[in-house]
């Protein structure tokens, strides 16, 4: 069985540290404000500090964010292959090109227009890791999770357009932090170049402004070295810092043709926690919490807290989820039963209503001398006498049907009768008692029939008793072949044939008498 740390994160709370060379400071997320809480130095002091504030503040995750001068960049290409070979190549490259350190990131930045249209990418890491660990193992130490790790040049780099307005071209963000110095980043069509950190005290020149001055004009002057194809393109510089400085700052700055300055007011388009110092720490940090870019340089063990509490916190929504759905659906059934049971008790009510107002108009109905039940049984017959009526139209229709095709037959008499049983109709002469006569057919039996017997003879007969049965036999074919048919028996022939008859008379009191009798049943009383 599989079972979860019990880990009371809030994970909608915020925070974040910033981390310098040698101080840590802590800001927390309050009514969408960044606010600095804590200061810490980088020695043991400082980390007990930091242990004691994560007990007395457990439970919400940390964002870090770097700002150290140990952080190397390098921009490469590599082959267009599928995104799984790609990273395995990336991940090769990255630990060749930075060792001993876990601090690893790469991403493609775009691709080549030219040649074999290879992948830009940009691979950076943390050179000195201790820098970073011995903040991230007392988080690890306390379980307190850790959302992800960022750095402040790669953080500037989804910032860009936010500040200037735009992302193209050659530009310089220039910022100062309090736990680091002054950071220079460059930005090529958004594509990070580099990035310099110097660190700053206002002591050994008294003025931030000229500080700022000089450190910008060497990077100028080491852009324009690295721009020999494009003397012409302007570089746009932005200055990150409170009004106070750009105030100070304007004055001492060399105007040159090539170059544009924008000065940046952190405090004009975001809200930010009121302060008298010039720095820009609470200007990215402020972007870093609202924006949660997400991790760069944390590995997952460093990440396992966090990623265990968004694991509990993704079984509790499940099952919270499942708990609101069976009780929907348990309350849809209650309500469909509710609904069924009083259907049931309306439809209940209806039967009787309905039985006593029959029950009252039958009382109201005159007596009479038969039972309904009798009436009822007369009616049903009457139904089926008026369904089942029929007429000779059929059996005279399909014997002038096959009479047509043999001229030389002459009827002389024709019974007909309808019956449901057509093997003992006609059984025997209706002018004299005879033997019953078997039918030559076959199929179903059905319902009703119509049956007639037929007397006839063969006119003119010359005597040739064999040519008048053979007429009569192609007769009874030829109405046996006909669709409403049932069956049809040869009851009597001109001569008896028969082994068992006796032969008299002579032939020529018999040449002129060639008679027959047929014995024709139609199927189901059908009109043709």
Aim: hydrophobic share 40%; glycine share 8%.
């Amino acid at each position: 069985m599989i079972s979860l740390p019990d880990l009371a994160f809030n994970l909608r709370a915020r925070r974040a540290l910033l981390v310098g060379a040698g101080h840590a400071a802590v800001y927390e997320w309050q009514d969408n404000v960044a606010v600095r809480r804590a200061m810490f130095e980088a020695g043991e002091e400082g980390r007990q500090g930091f242990r004691r504030y994560l007990a007395e503040t457990p439970g919400i995750p940390f964002h870090l964010l770097v700002d150290v001068a140990d952080e190397e960049y390098r921009r490469d290409t590599v082959p267009r292959v599928s995104r799984r070979d790609r990273q395995a190549l990336l991940k090769r490259k990255a630990a060749r090109l930075f060792k001993d350190t876990g601090y690893c990131f790469f991403r493609v930045t775009g691709r080549e227009t030219t040649g074999r249209r290879d992948d830009r990418v940009l691979l950076s890491a943390l050179a000195n890791p201790g820098v970073v660990s011995q903040w991230a193992a007392i988080l690890d130490e306390v379980r307190t999770p850790l959302a992800g790790i960022c750095s402040l040049p790669l953080l500037s780099g989804q910032l860009l357009k936010d500040i200037a307005g735009r992302d193209d071209g050659c530009r310089l963000l220039v910022s100062m932090q309090s736990v680091s110095g002054l950071r220079q980043t460059c930005f090529d069509n958004g594509d990070l170049r580099f990035s310099r950190l110097v660190q700053t005290s206002r002591a050994e020149h008294g003025s931030y402004s000229e500080i700022i001055r000089d450190e910008v004009e060497k990077v100028l002057r080491y852009l324009d070295s690295r721009r020999p194809d494009t003397p012409g393109e302007t570089l746009h510089v932005h200055f990150l810092f409170s009004a106070d400085l750009l105030q100070e700052l304007k004055p001492v700055l060399k105007q040159q043709d090539a170059v544009r300055y924008h000065f940046c007011d952190l405090h004009e388009n975001v809200s930010l926690e009121p302060a008298s110092n010039p720095f820009s720490d609470a200007y990215f940090m402020q972007q870093l919490l609202r924006l949660r870019p997400g991790n760069v340089y944390a590995g997952i063990a460093e990440r396992r807290w966090f990623i265990l509490g968004r694991l509990r916190a993704g079984v509790a929504a499940a099952g919270f989820a499942m708990l609101l759905g069976s009780a929907g659906w348990s309350a849809l059934n209650v309500y469909g039963g509710i609904v069924l049971y009083l259907g049931g008790k309306t439809a209940e009510e209806e039967t009787h209503r309905y039985a006593a107002e029959y029950e009252l108009a039958r009382k109201r109905l005159p007596e009479t001398p038969v039972d309904p039940s009798d009436l009822k049984t007369a009616v049903l017959i009457a139904d089926s006498l008026a369904q089942n009526k029929t007429s000779p139209t059929a059996m005279v229709t399909v014997l002038g049907r096959s009479l047509h095709g043999f001229p030389s037959i002459r009827l002389s008499r024709l019974f007909w009768t309808v019956t449901d049983d057509p093997d003992t109709a006609y059984a025997g002469d209706p002018e004299q008692a005879g033997l019953p006569v078997a039918m030559d057919a076959s199929g179903p039996v059905r319902s009703l029939y119509q049956a007639a017997l037929l007397k006839g003879r063969i006119e003119p007969f010359n005597g040739d008793y064999r040519g008048a049965m053979d007429v009569i036999n192609r007769f009874a074919e030829d109405l046996r072949g006909r669709e409403a048919v049932y069956g049809v028996v040869i009851v009597g022939l001109p001569l008896d044939v028969s082994s068992g008859a006796d032969l008299q008379g002579n032939t020529q009191s018999l040449q002129h008498r060639a008679e027959f009798t047929l014995k024709v049943v139609l199927e189901n009383a059908r009109e043709i």
